[in-house]
């Protein structure tokens, strides 16, 4: 069975740290782009950061670049998404989605597998 699983979210103060992992199971991510999107209440959802499979380049949305950082390991077939200098508007929940080709940023609909989600809340 195909599956992504996010995990890592949870309540953070403004200023705080959180790091999110994307375990995938039933398939590789060595052919994947991965990408993390994220959807605030009532808002759509916004791709975040995503990182290529083959040569691990990496993009970033003006609103987190210098305070997110996207890494993969292969090896544990698991993206992490590290998140320093959080604010109040990042709350939201934070999914990843696997793409069988490079990184889109700009459409969720080109991606194949999704997560459930993981909740990420920050507190002023």
């Known amino acids: 069975q195909v599956q992504l699983v996010e995990s890592g979210g949870g309540l953070v103060q403004a200023g705080g740290s959180l790091r999110l992992s994307c375990a995938a199971s039933?398939?590789?991510?060595?052919?994947?782009?991965i990408g993390w999107f994220r959807q605030a209440p009532g808002k759509e959802r916004k791709g975040i950061s995503c990182?290529?499979?083959?040569?691990?380049?990496?993009y970033y949305a003006d609103l987190v670049k210098g305070r997110f950082t996207i890494s993969r390991d292969n090896a544990k077939n698991t993206v992490y998404l590290q998140m320093n200098s959080l604010k109040p508007e990042d709350t939201a929940v934070y999914y990843c989605?696997?793409?069988?080709?490079?990184?889109?940023?700009?459409?969720?609909?080109?991606?194949?597998?999704w997560g459930q989600g993981t909740q990420v809340t920050v507190s002023s």
């Open positions: 989605a696997a793409l069988r080709r490079r990184c889109v940023l700009s459409s969720s609909y080109e991606y194949d597998y």
């Open positions: 039933g398939f590789t991510l060595d052919y994947y782009a």
């Open positions: 990182i290529n499979s083959s040569d691990r380049s990496t």
